[in-house]
């Protein structure tokens, strides 16, 4: 991957999407939204991730943060690695997961062709991160992770989809941001 696009400024704050490999909808499951969200907030209480917006789509995450004391590049990548490892456990040993066969057969589908995937793929590889540089930009991102989940047509206002921070009850806590 070229140096553009890694968040590898430190301090810098980044908007970043990661995305399920084949851009599977995992997160409609309670479970996987569950286990996203305990992914999150270990990384903020542990490594320094500081979150000012988030969204927890069906296949993606959208964030804005930055990371205190460390390259927010290296947070991502064992961010992807250890809640991959805990998403795949899950879908393997969720009893009422209709889907188990399938799914299973997809992360292994796109494993195959990344040879540092022993057996399953979850996230695709880049994760996108654009560097934020002012107030506008910064808004404008935060807008649009908010909208996200109102131009999918998974709610009508912002406010009313549960795993982002436009939900005044959203279950992640913020940093803040201005």
Same mark, same amino acid.
Not at 90 to 103: A, H, Y
Not at 108 to 132: G, R, V
């Given at each position: 991957?070229?140096? /553009?696009?890694?968040?590898? *400024?430190?301090?810098?704050?980044?908007?970043?999407?990661?995305? *399920? #490999?084949? /851009?599977?909808?995992?997160?409609?499951?309670?479970?996987?939204?569950?286990?996203?969200?305990?992914?999150?907030? /270990?990384?903020?209480?542990?490594?320094?991730?500081?979150?000012?917006?988030? *969204?927890? @789509?069906?296949?993606?995450?959208?964030? #804005? $943060?930055?990371?205190?004391?460390?390259?927010?590049?290296?947070?991502?990548?064992?961010?992807?690695?250890?809640? $991959?490892?805990?998403?795949?456990?899950?879908?393997?040993?969720?009893?009422? &997961?209709?889907?188990?066969?399938?799914?299973?057969?997809?992360?292994?589908?796109?494993?195959?062709?990344?040879?540092?995937?022993?057996?399953? @793929?979850? /996230?695709?590889?880049? =994760?996108?991160?654009?560097?934020?540089? =002012?107030?506008? *930009?910064?808004?404008?991102?935060?807008?649009?992770?908010?909208?996200?989940?109102?131009?999918?047509?998974?709610?009508?206002?912002? &406010?009313?989809?549960?795993?982002?921070?436009?939900?005044?009850?959203?279950?992640?806590?913020?940093?803040?941001?201005?």
């Amino acid at each position: 991957m070229s140096e /553009w696009r890694k968040a590898n *400024v430190e301090g810098a704050l980044y908007f970043i999407t990661i995305t *399920v #490999v084949g /851009w599977i909808d995992v997160f409609t499951r309670k479970e996987l939204a569950g286990e996203m969200i305990k992914q999150f907030e /270990w990384n903020q209480k542990n490594k320094g991730l500081k979150l000012f917006a988030y *969204v927890i @789509m069906p296949s993606h995450v959208h964030f #804005v $943060a930055h990371r205190e004391g460390g390259l927010m590049s290296d947070l991502l990548r064992d961010l992807k690695s250890y809640s $991959a490892k805990c998403l795949l456990k899950l879908v393997e040993d969720m009893p009422n &997961e209709s889907r188990r066969e399938w799914l299973l057969h997809m992360f292994q589908f796109h494993a195959k062709y990344q040879p540092q995937n022993e057996k399953y @793929m979850f /996230w695709q590889k880049t =994760s996108h991160p654009i560097e934020l540089w =002012s107030a506008p *930009v910064i808004e404008q991102k935060i807008n649009y992770i908010h909208r996200n989940p109102v131009v999918s047509g998974i709610v009508t206002e912002p &406010e009313h989809y549960w795993m982002s921070s436009a939900h005044p009850d959203g279950p992640l806590k913020l940093n803040g941001y201005g």
